[in-house]
């Protein structure tokens, strides 16, 4: 099993930053690519980025290309999500999510992963 869990979310103006941290324990050698995925009210939950763990290679939605940095720091077991120019449009509860390599989905479809933290929420106001 690996457990996950996400902190660093919280309340910032339009056009600012923040940086969401995923710290994974358990059985964190097992670990092939780790996601963040976030859902706002009323919507499904999106892929918004990924890195595999041992490689590096980085995946991000079209939304958030250019804006959000993901990347990880293997000692720590842990996984940041740098999100920058931050609109209205990123809020949301961002989770992140781990892949374990059992399946053959694309590393955007939520049905890759198999393990997800709580969520941290995010809003960015006006």
């Known amino acids: 099993q690996v457990q996950l869990v996400e902190s660093g979310g919280g309340l910032v103006q339009a056009g600012g930053s923040l940086r969401l941290s995923c710290a994974a324990s358990?059985?964190?050698?097992?670990?092939?690519?780790m996601g963040w995925f976030r859902q706002a009210p009323g919507k499904e939950r999106e892929f918004v980025a990924a890195i595999r763990w041992s490689g590096g290679n980085t995946y991000y939605a079209d939304s958030v290309k250019g804006r959000f940095t993901i990347s990880r720091d293997n000692a720590k077991n842990t996984v940041y999500l740098q999100m920058n120019s931050l609109k209205p449009e990123d809020t949301a509860v961002y989770y992140c999510?781990?892949?374990?390599?059992?399946?053959?989905?694309?590393?955007?479809?939520?049905?890759?992963?198999?393990?997800w933290g709580q969520g941290t929420q995010v809003t960015v106001s006006s």
């Open positions: 999510a781990a892949d374990l390599g059992f399946n053959g989905y694309a590393y955007g479809s939520r049905s890759q992963y198999d393990y």
């Open positions: 358990g059985r964190t050698f097992s670990v092939y690519r």
